[in-house]
Each structure stands twice: as structure tokens, then as C-alpha cells.
């Protein structure tokens, strides 16, 4: 799907993909670091502070109105979790040259962006104290917000309990106490790690002049001793002891009922696409078994559905109940791996799992970030398969080869949050 | 040969696009596009606050119970002899949904192959109602649970809040899934009655956006839809006597959140009856917003850095031909206060006048915006329809925009910013959460 690679510097690469099909071009700068108690926080923090102003547009106001001047470049901060790494960073996507006459939208949007990285408002050598406090503040809020959205609360929850000790239960925002423990300091301290030390991937999506970015790209590394640190995933924990069963209450009108499995699935086999047509039959679609029968034919919820991660072969079912029906629902999702275990996949529900998931991957040629995310997030785990190639794949599968997956999958942890009364 | 195929095109959009009345009264528009996925979306003006209506022919309305259009949304699906439209779809590969809004119905796919075979499923689907007692019950546990799942939400229960502040009479005020209560009422007699009035073609549009020949589109309506008998439909949507002020100044609610939040709803029942004069509103409301409420604003600047509001403050107008309001909204740990601040921002910006230069830069986004809005056929499906519905076609909206100058989004800060035209509804954390 890459149309080429520059290398910009020590462990610095730059990705374009070129396609004439969009009005926009898109970009994004990730950085990849060990996800870490120690810089999970940090990490979180430097995007939100990254594009509060840069030396030239120092405040917020003038930063915005030069976006705003280039057409108004959507730029966003990005931090996720991927297996045990974290990738955060900006992305920004920005209207083609054509339909401006007056300005150089794309070489300008990204010498801005490339300013915010490279060249941030600082005071007396640091951080600015007033962004520092007002984006960890922003960044509290986001903790603590969690628990507006009682359904993924209820996910997170159970991947704290599923993934006790493991790099993976670290949250994405890091922890309160930590992130209220940072300073203008210690913060341009990460930001120094990050420039010289983490793996950075730039990805370009769209119809630029490439050449000129990677220059641009290069100049502002010139200073910079890069001394990349090596990437590598936690092994994949497969085992289970025994199934754990946690319940929290909380104020809500509707259980969420959350179950964790083991799929014994090691990206490193480079199989995700078996694990991809199980997940489709089992949970990932309006023809699944789990919304054909949790849903449809007994009725007991609205949201019935599964899904899985690539990097870590953790699999979650969710669901929202009645408190009274969680014995009845935990059974019936278990039922239907149950029945997969047997073998009890209909050619129409295979050959529907299969149009299915190439319907999707076809798609993603249709998204500037979904093309840019399905070459980087693979390319973490050592695959370099286009959508395509793994549509071919996805039709030479047979049931059997789903059978053998299914028969790998082991319940690990069954979370429900409910709340003190009935609720009918 | 299609009869009088009407072509559009755009030539700074780079963008055009096809419309027919196919001969069984169905409005067909066809975009091409050229993406790998294409989009088809089918749909009847009929939403949430439908619930009083007959035909010219009727002499007494049909009143129905408060969430029907969405509870048909779903009974749809089902099909004779007990299979889902789903299982259909999942034949061909392509991805299908639906959804209900106050004043639409629509169903949708998309897919990458077998896009003719997909048109034929949604359009037959759709036109082939099949319901029983039995199913409706056992539809009623899970759009329960879909009620519930909302309930949870503090960012729709939000929503629901300001709308009934802003309004007295509006049907808006309805809530598009009922309540469990209304749904119970259901049965499958008013669900046909309901069915074989909205449902009828002549109340209906297709639009299709992707690698999509218009011909072929044609063939499958002559394949698949039968000629519908015009009808007049009548809604009364009781709401001659809508205040201009709004209903009330708060609505309050307690919820397990982390901080308050807040929604200010500015409330504006002067909508003009002609289509491109509420377009030129609408998209002079978001250079308004833009101006007064972005990240470039004084506004935001101020209260960002004083902790008052959040990084997800955000602000946006819905201009329809049935209602018309602006929120803003966020989190905050005052809300009073802040709104206290937005009454005298107003106030003052009123005073000293709006500034050319951000007029200049906040028209620049919103042109941006609109074309990118254009590069993905999903997108450009859904507010095809949405527009067309409001008698307003998306390729005029370039022209629109630049049609607007400062002196008219002046004039809409003079004459619809007044106070009594304000309110406010906030979540707050629970009791002995504080």
C-alpha cells in the first residue's frame, strides 16, 4: 500500500501512500513507547500540550487563527493503547491545494505541524507553567469522565481485572495521582525522551508534494540526537486458572455485562484474519449468533456483541441487560461459543462471515486514517499484508480452521456493573 | 431511457449528481462517486413526531403512540416466513442499518461488491411489511433495552432535557425510541397504519452515492417497486402556538457523572419557508458559531483558561424546516457562571460589532468544511437525503456559503441572541457524589 519510505532519521520514517481519490490529504506523527506506569502519563499529556502554541503562534488564539487561514486544518491529538505499547501523537487533515488560490494549504499545514512537534512554546527553556496546568487539568477531566459512558467503564473494568499485572491493564490516561504529580519540567524532560528516543512513523495519505515534506522533515532533525530504543510486546498471556467473576455497583438504569476471553491467538503466527472470520460469526454482526439469538430470539438486550485485539488475542463480548437476567445472558453468550466449539457453523453463516469481513477491508481503501492505521498497527507486529492480500486469505478459509480457533478460546474474567434495586 | 433525468453538477465541488421520478412515485438521486464502497440509502419523511396524521381523504386524524416510527424501524427488518433482512444482506456481503430521526426513516447499506443484488434486498425489504403479535411483543424486550442503554447516557438524556426546555408545543419534544410505557400500546393494527401511510413511495426518496450506473438503479425500481396510488398526507403537528420565548429558563438533572454538564439552547422560531434562505441561515449559524464559540474565539480562550470549560466544548445549529435551535456545550464545573459570561459576551459583541477579519477566516472554515465533506460516500448519502427532505439540494452549498457576508450573520447575532430566547439544561453529579 506504500507507495514509498524515506528514512528521516535514526529510527524516523516517513510513509506515503498516494491516491488521487480524496479532496483532503491527511497526516499523522506516532510515537511508539513501552507502555509504561512511569511515562504512560507523560505520554498522554505532550499532545494536549503540544498544540497549545507554538513559538511563533504562542497562544491557542493565534494557533487557531493560522488553522483557520489554511483552510482550517482539523488537527487532533492521538494516545492508544496497543498491546503493551503506547502510540500518541497528532494527526491533521487538510483540504487540497486545488480548491485554494490564494495559499500553499499543504506545505504550510505542515510546517505548522511540524512547529507544534519541533518547535513548541516554551518558557525559560520548558513548558509553559499556565499550558501545563490547564492541560493536565484537561487530562484529569478525561479520568475522570470515564465513568460517564457506563459502557465502556464497564470494558475498561474488565480489562483492569482480566489483565492484573500485565503492561495491557495500564489505562491509556494514565492515573490520577500521577498525572497531578507532573511538571513544567519533568514534562519537557518526556518530551526531550520522546523526540530522541522513541520509534517515530510519520504517515502521509493523499496528493502532496512529498519531496518537499521529507526536506522539511529532515531539517528539523538535524539538531536532534536520535538514539531509538527497541520496541517489543509483552509475551501473550494464554493460560486461565480459573474463571474470575467481579461485580461493581453504581448508579445505573441498565446492567452491563462484560465477559473477557483468552483466544490463545499469538499475532506473531500472522493468522488474524482466522481470528477476525471467528469473531464475525461469533459476535461482530447483525447475523452473528450472538445477536441472532442473545438479541433476536430471546430477547434479552439490545447491544449483544464481540470483539477482538489484534496484538493482545483478548476477545470481549458486551452486553446491556436487566439486572435479574445476568445468570441467563452469561449462559447463552457462553452457549453459542459452546456451539461453534462443536463445529456448528452453517455454510451460510460462513460464506456471510466471509463477504462480510471483505466488505470491510475493502473498504478501508475509502479512509485516508484507515489506510494509515492498517499499514502502521500492523506493521507493529512484523505484518505487511494489504486488505486485499488478506481477502484472499479470508476465502481459502475453511470452517474446520474456525473450529480449531474457537476450541483455543478460554473464558477469563465475567464483569458485571449493576445497579442496588430492580430495575423494572 | 430514463424520462426527464435532471443532472446537477458542481464544478467547484468537482461533483454532480442524477434525479428521477421513477414511475412508481418514488424520487430517485443517484451520485457518482468514485470509491471503492458505494452507499444506498432509502427513505420515508416520517420520524418521531408523526404521531397525529391522515389523509386528505380521511375525515378524522389517526393519533399513535409516542416511539412507532422507530419501533417500525425495526419490525422492518423482519421478513415473511421468519428470516431478517440481515441474513439478506449478509448473502450479498453488505453492510445494512437503519435509523429513525423526529422527521425520517431511513435504511441503508453499503458494500464493496454485489451492489445491484444489495438495491434489490433494501428496496424489497422495505416495501414488504410483515408483522405479528408475537414478533411485536418480543420486539418490545429489546427496544426496552434500547431505551435503557439511552437512559444511561448523560450526553442524550442532556439532549432530551434541553429540547423539552426549549420547547412548549414542538413535537421535538417527543422521544424518538417512546418510552416503555408508549410502546407498549403498539399492535400490529396501527403499526400497518402506520405503514401503509408514511410507506407510501410517493413519501419517499432513494439516494445511491458510489461507482452506481443510473441506469441499472432504474431497472431494479421497474424490477422491484410496484406503482403507488399519490396521497396526500396531513400531519398536524400542533404547534401554532410555539412561543417564540423558550418553555423554561433550566432543566436540571442528577446523574452519575463525573462533573456537570451543560447544554445553552438558543431557540429561533422565525424559519423562513423558502429551502436555500434556511441553508444560507444554517451555514451563517456555524460562521457565527465559529466566530463567536471556537477555539480562536475570546470566549473559549478566556474560559478555557480559567477551568470553566473543557477541551469538548463544542457548538452547533440544527436549521430544519420544523424547528430551529443553536446549543453550546461542555463540561463545567460552574455552569451558571459560564452561561452568566455567554449572556454578556453576547451582549458585548453585540455592542462593539463582529470583526471582519474573523468573519473572513470563519467562512473559510465552513467552505473548507463543506468540501470535505464530499470524500466519502456514506457521508455524502446521508446529507443528500437530509437536505433533500428540507427541499434543499447539496450541490447548491458552495454557492450558498459564499453568498453569505457579515453584515448578514450581524444581523442574525442582533435578532436572535436575546435572552428570553436562551435556556439551559445541565447533569449534575449525584447528591452524595458532590
Redesign the interface.
Known sequence: MVDCIYEIANGVHLNYIETK????NYVSFNFIAPLSEKTVHYNALLP?VLTRGTSKYP???EL??R???L??ADVGVSNNKYGSCQVFGLKA?M?NNR?ANDIDINQETIKLICDMIFDPYLENGVFSK?YVK?EK??LI?GI????????SYAFDRMISEMCKGEAFSIPRLGRLENVKRITSKSLYGAYKRAIEQYPIEIYVVGDCDIETFANELKSRFVDIKRKPIDISFEPIKENVESVKQIVDY?????GKLVLGFRTGYNYTENKYHLIQLFNEIYGG???SKL??NV??KM?????CRSTVSQVTGMMGVNS???FDKKEIAEKAIIDQLEDIKKGNITK?EF??????I???Y??I???QSAMANWVFYRSLCGISTTPLEECEKIEKTTIAQIQEIANRIKLDTVYFLRGEDS?D | MIKDLVVTESQLLEEKHYRFKHKSGLEVYVFPKDLTTSYAIFATRYGSMDNKFKLSTDKEFTIVPDGIAHFLEHKLFECEGGIDAFELFAKTGASANAYTSNTMTGYLFSATDNFYESLEILLDFVTHPYFTEETVQKEMGIIGQEIGMYEDRPGSRLNKELLKALYKKNKIRIDIAGTCESIAKINVDILYKCYNTFYNLNNMTLAVCGDVDVDKVNEICDKILKVAKPIEIIRDYEDDDEPKEVNKKRAYLQMDVSKPIFSIGIKDTNISKCPKERAKKSYATEILNEMLFSQSSSFYNELYDANLISIDFSSGCELTKYYSFNVISSESSNPELVYKKFVDYVEETKKKGLDKESFDLAKKTIYSSNIKSFDSTEEIGDKLIFNVFDDFDILDASDVINSITLEYVSDILKEGYKEEYYTMAVVEPLADKK
Open positions: 481519490k480524496f479532496k483532503t494536549l497562544t491557542q488564539m487557531s487563527k488553522l483557520q487561514y483552510y482550517s487533515n483540504l480548491f499556565a490547564g487539568q484537561t477531566d475522570e469522565a470515564q465513568i460517564n459512558n457506563k459502557g453504581e448508579k445505573v438504569k441498565q454482526s447483525p447475523t445477536f441472532m438479541r433476536e430477547s434479552l438486550c439490545y447491544t446491556g441487560i436487566e451460510e460464506e456471510s462471515a466471509k463477504k462480510s471483505i466488505n470491510g475493502k473498504s481503501y475509502d479512509s430495575n
